[in-house]
Every structure is written in structure tokens, then in C-alpha cells.
């Protein structure tokens, strides 16, 4: 194995070379642009058999590029499945699961406490030793506190969102999501950033796209490498276009969103062709999990022949869509059947820089470049985790599942289906089904849809589960869980400007909750918090989420007076002005009176706790 490792090495180190990496005074190495869709399902592009064939850009970029029809998420949901994207390591490992439930899924809701762990390396970090520039333009989804925020971890600048576009909230129970330019909070989606859920018309698409461009042509003009990490979430439920698009699809809004979708690549790309970069920009697209059957076929993809959808084990959930392009470098019009993980993204890039994997923790994620340039394919292993628990494995053709399950008899029961139509008995079930001692085998060349389990006493069956199960052995005798960071919910967490009249929050101060579970003793309470100035003056609270501090200044925006503390009712006397405005600077003596500190650690983005609840000061730190 080692001269035949000798020998890739070399070859690859020929090509890197040719495109500017490793020869002797090269300006720079080849740039990366991480295409990450939200929910797209494996058939949703006319390349993948989708009839509408409404995807010229990217059909044109299979067709000059690389086409992966076996490439998986690490995870059926996007949080985990994007902390993998940007780790190389499986969401077991970097913590992003949880132990509430038995196999239960988890992301970073509003009022999530947890997000990326500080010990964790992520990608554009690591790039940074060779001189990268990196941007996420998008959804982050992997914590919202200031300890998580994606510019602490690595990128150089962020337009986006640290959560999905769910919504419009009343901004009194719970707020509307923000968006950022980098530190700075620049307004909330449905207020600042429209979207129209009757029309499902919004501009986001587009903003995205001329962030992307913009970033690129800075980066070029100051010839230094880039990372563009183009994470957008048009797809995902509630679906949403620009008007342009709106009623252009024969598959109706959601497929106005991926039309839209689609010339957004076909302008990037064309953007790499005037700047005459092509040849030294390695491009991948591809989604964060299947799509989300439950929403279809109004809001939701298509998974093409596979079962089921996102949230799911089964292929529906996790085979993605997946489409390598870097012209004169990887040959064009070419299909790959290595099996491929989003967790070798991060493994192919850092290779594309020239930069080795961090060496003192495992991990998952594969090299795909010898695939890529030459055809090599390696023999490994896919896991297919839903929470803290290993569901299932595939291992070439065969794929042995150790445990099945939708979701419960009581979602399903209220309407929620994430196999619409695809009842496969002892298969789909909607108890949580244990084959530990005798998997579910199926050959997923003959059967994709996983309707046919192998015989049980068949020697095929009997090859391909010996050969599976010192695989999963292996896997778990190494495997070291990492802290779940995806238990504890916390409504104090949620990044408010204000908490409103009328608001329920939990009483006492330790307000540290299960995610999933609702908390008690709720009471009213209204606070808000400005700038504390000598004056006593009280503004409508309906006003709060409007009132923020400059990021760079520290200073309220000109027009605005500087109130004092507002606690149900009239002005306290005002606060002395504390040394520091954020992360809890606020000493109590500067509390008003009858007022008590929170836990500091239960704050918000720029947060400071009273009374068991926070505020954001939009201060960046």
C-alpha cells in the first residue's frame, strides 16, 4: 500500500503544481467555492433524471465537470449535517447531537444553547495557513452566541443568517431571526429582509448572489486564494424566489426557487470565466440533506427513486445531489461511483491548499482528488447517524440497516409524514424498530428504494453482514463522542433587542430547559434596556427592537435619545454607566432595584442577563 500511496501523492502534487500550487514563487493556490443548497433532494436537478429539466446552469456544469451520484450527507438534518461539512468529522464526534431521545434529531433552534465547540477546527480556519480569504454567505446553523459566531471560528466575513428563515414572529414570545454583516446585526427577516409567505416572493436569492460576486472580485483583484462558502436556503421551507422567477416553473414555487437557484450558479460561474479563473477555482455543489418530503410537493423536492426524505436514515434523507467542476483539472462529462460524504469536503480542500488534516483527532472526511483526476476510487464506509445512534451502514452495493423509523405514531398522526406514499412494511415504521443481531440488508444497485430486504438465510446476505459488521465494530471501538452540544434549550438565549409587554418567561434564574420541552412557572415580565444616560425618559416599547448601539462607536443611531431602564412601569432611577456595554459588564449594583442578575452564561449575542432574561446590544466582541 505504501509505494502505491507514494505514487498518488506524486501525481497529485504534478497537477497542484501545474495549477500554481507548489511550484517555486506561485502567487497563489487554487480558490474553493462550497455551493451548499438547503433541502434539495437527490432528484431535483435535470442532470439527476428530474423531467422539467429546468436547471440548464448546473446541468452544464455536470456536463464540464464531475457528477457524484453516490454522495451523502453526514447527517438527515442541517445543523449536524453542516458542523460535518466544515469539521471533515461526524456530528457524534464534534457533539452535535443529543441525548434527549433515543435515534432523535437535533439542530440549533432560536433558543438552542449549545453550537460549534471552540476545540473544533473548522475549514476556513485551517485555510488560513495557506493564505485563504473566506466568506460564508447564507445560513451558518451552528450556534448564535457570541462564542459560535462564524467569525471566530475562522471566516473573514459574513452576510446571513445564524438560522433558518423561519417566521414572522410577534417579536414578544419570540423574535424574528436576525441577519448579519459580519458582527453587525443589520435587521431580522421579515422586517428588514421581506418575505412574503402568501406570495413567497423575497430578494434574498439575489442578495446572496451579489455578495458572492462581489467577494470574488475583491479577492481577485487583490490576487489572494478564496474560500466562498455559498450556504443559501431558498429551498427550504417556506420556499421563496424573487419576483423575476416567480411562475416560471412547471413544478410551481419551489421550483421557481430552484430555477433561480439555477442562474445564480450560471452567473457565478460566468464571473469566473471574465475574471479567466476557471482553471484555478475548484467549484462543488451539493445540498445538507435530502429533501423534506414533509413539505412536498408545494414547499418540499424530490428525492427521485429513493425512500423517504429529510429526518430519515433512509437514502431519501442522506444521498445528495453532488457536482465536482475545475476545468483542465478534472475531466469533463464524467461520472464518479465513489461513494462521497459532504465530510470530504473539508478533507478536499484542505488537499487543494496544499494543507494536511489535523493529526491529532479523526478524521472522517475523504481526499476525493484522486477520484476526481484519475478515477481512483477507495473502498470506505458510509454511517448514517440520527442522533446519537448508528442507524445504519453501507459498504459498496450493500446497505444494512440496525435500526428503522420515520418519526412517532403521534406526529403521524397529526399530519406529520416524511415518507408521503412510501409505506414499506417492517421498513417505514413509525416505532423505533431494533435489527442490532440481524440488520436489514439491501443492495442498493438492484434496489435504490430499499424495498427488498435480502433473505436472511442467503449467502449473499450472510457475505455482505460479516463483511459489515467488523466494519461497525471497528467504528465503534474508536469512537469517542464528543460533548452534545444540541440538549439544553434556554429562551434567554434567543437574540432580542427588547423583551416585549406581555412576554412569558420562565421564573427564577436558572432557566436551563431540555430542548423539546416546555418550561414552567412561566410570569410576565418587560424589560428593556438602552444606553443608561442621566435622564430619566421612557420611549413606547414598541419601539425597543428598533433601538441598538453602533457596533464600532458603542453609540445609539443619530435622532435617538439615550432612555434608562424601563422594568414595568415607570423609570427606575437611572443605572450608572458601567465601564464595558456587553458581555455581562453589568455589575448589580448598576441593576435597577429589585432587579436580579441572571446567569451570565444564559445571554444572547452581546447579551446581559436581568432578572432571568437577556438583551442584545449588538456590540461586536
Known amino acids: 500500500m505504501a509505494p502505491v500511496a507514494a505514487a498518488t501523492r506524486w501525481r497529485l502534487l504534478l497537477v497542484l503544481s501545474a495549477a500554481g500550487l507548489g511550484a517555486v514563487g506561485a502567487p497563489k493556490p487554487p480558490n474553493i467555492l462550497l455551493l451548499l443548497m438547503d433541502d434539495m433532494g437527490w432528484g431535483d436537478l435535470g442532470v439527476y433524471g428530474e423531467p422539467s429539466r429546468e436547471t440548464p446552469n448546473l446541468d452544464q456544469m455536470a456536463a464540464e465537470g464531475m457528477l457524484f451520484p453516490n454522495f451523502y450527507s453526514a447527517n438527515p438534518l442541517c445543523s449536524p449535517s453542516r458542523a460535518a461539512l466544515l469539521t471533515g468529522r461526524l456530528p457524534i464526534r464534534s457533539g452535535f447531537y443529543t441525548t434527549n431521545g433515543h435515534a432523535r434529531n437535533a439542530y440549533t433552534p432560536q433558543e438552542i444553547v ?112 478564496f474560500f466562498l462558502y455559498w450556504a443559501i436556503d431558498a429551498t427550504h421551507a417556506p420556499v421563496y424566489a424573487s419576483r423575476p422567477f416567480l411562475g416560471t416553473s412547471r413544478r410551481g414555487r419551489y421550483g421557481d426557487a430552484v430555477r433561480e437557484i439555477d442562474d445564480s450558479v450560471g452567473k457565478i460561474m460566468r464571473l469566473l470565466r471574465d475574471l479567466r479563473i476557471t482553471e484555478n477555482t475548484f467549484v462543488f455543489f451539493t445540498s445538507d440533506n435530502g429533501a423534506a418530503l414533509i413539505s412536498a410537493p408545494k414547499q418540499g423536492g424530490s428525492n427521485g427513486p429513493f425512500l423517504c426524505g429529510k429526518q430519515t436514515t433512509f437514502e431519501g434523507g442522506m444521498r445528495e445531489p453532488a457536482i465536482a467542476w475545475w476545468p ?15 465530510m470530504d469536503l473539508f478533507t478536499t480542500s484542505l488537499s487543494l491548499a496544499g494543507l494536511a488534516p489535523p493529526s491529532d483527532r479523526v478524521i472522517d472526511g475523504l481526499d476525493l482528488l484522486p477520484a476526481m483526476l484519475w478515477g481512483q476510487l477507495t473502498d470506505r464506509p458510509i454511517f448514517y447517524y440520527r442522533g446519537n445512534t448508528l442507524m445504519a451502514v453501507t459498504l459498496g452495493q450493500y446497505k444494512a440497516h440496525f435500526w428503522t423509523w420515520t418519526n412517532s405514531w403521534e406526529e403521524f398522526r397529526q399530519g406529520v409524514d416524511f415518507c408521503p406514499g412510501q409505506n414499506v412494511s417492517g421498513v417505514t415504521t413509525h416505532t423505533q424498530e431494533e435489527h442490532t443481531k440481524l440488520p436489514l440488508i439491501f443492495h442498493l444497485g438492484r434496489d435504490p428504494g430499499e424495498r427488498y430486504p435480502l433473505s436472511f438465510a ?89 433601538l441598538w448601539l453602533h457596533p464600532k462607536t458603542h453609540r445609539a443611531p443619530s435622532g435617538w435619545r439615550s432612555p434608562a431602564f424601563q422594568l414595568d412601569g415607570p423609570s427606575p432611577r437611572a443605572a450608572r454607566r458601567p465601564a464595558r456595554w456587553f458581555g455581562g459588564q453589568l455589575s448589580t449594583s448598576q441593576l435597577p432595584r429589585g432587579v436580579q442578575p441572571a446567569l451570565r452564561s444564559q445571554c444572547g449575542v452581546g447579551g446581559v442577563g436581568v432578572g432571568g432574561v437577556c438583551w442584545e446590544d449588538r456590540v461586536g466582541h
Not at 496 to 522: Q, R
Request: with cysteine.
Open 114 to 225: 449549545g453550537g460549534v465547540p471552540d476545540e473544533e477546527h473548522l475549514l476556513p480556519e485551517l485555510l488560513k495557513g495557506a493564505g485563504y480569504a473566506s466568506k460564508i454567505v447564507g445560513k451558518w446553523h451552528l450556534g448564535h452566541r457570541p462564542q459560535f459566531h462564524p467569525l471566530k471560528h475562522g471566516f473573514d466575513e459574513w452576510f446571513g443568517s445564524p438560522n433558518c428563515h423561519f417566521g414572522p414572529y410577534d417579536n414578544r414570545a419570540r423574535p424574528n431571526i436576525p441577519v448579519y454583516r459580519d458582527w453587525e446585526m443589520v435587521g431580522r427577516y421579515y422586517e428588514e429582509f421581506p418575505i412574503n409567505l402568501k406570495t413567497g416572493e423575497a430578494n434574498l436569492t439575489q442578495m446572496y448572489l451579489q455578495e458572492a460576486l462581489d467577494f470574488m472580485k475583491r479577492q481577485q483583484a487583490a490576487q489572494r486564494p
Open 328 to 342: 483542465g483539472k478534472i475531466p469533463a462529462g464524467q461520472v464518479s461511483h465513489q461513494l462521497g460524504s459532504i
Open 458 to 546: 442467503s449467502p449473499e446476505y450472510l457475505d455482505a453482514l460479516r463483511r459489515v459488521t467488523l466494519v461497525v465494530r471497528q467504528h465503534q471501538k474508536t469512537l469517542v463522542p464528543g460533548q452534545p452540544q444540541l440538549n439544553m434549550c434556554n429562551q434567554a438565549v434567543m437574540v432580542w433587542t427588547c423583551w416585549a409587554d406581555g412576554l412569558k418567561v420562565p421564573s427564577g434564574t436558572d432557566l436551563l430547559e431540555p430542548c423539546g420541552h416546555s418550561p414552567a412557572s412561566p410570569v410576565p415580565v418587560t424589560v428593556c434596556v438602552w444606553h443608561p444616560a442621566p435622564q430619566r425618559w421612557v420611549i413606547p416599547v414598541s419601539q425597543c427592537q428598533k
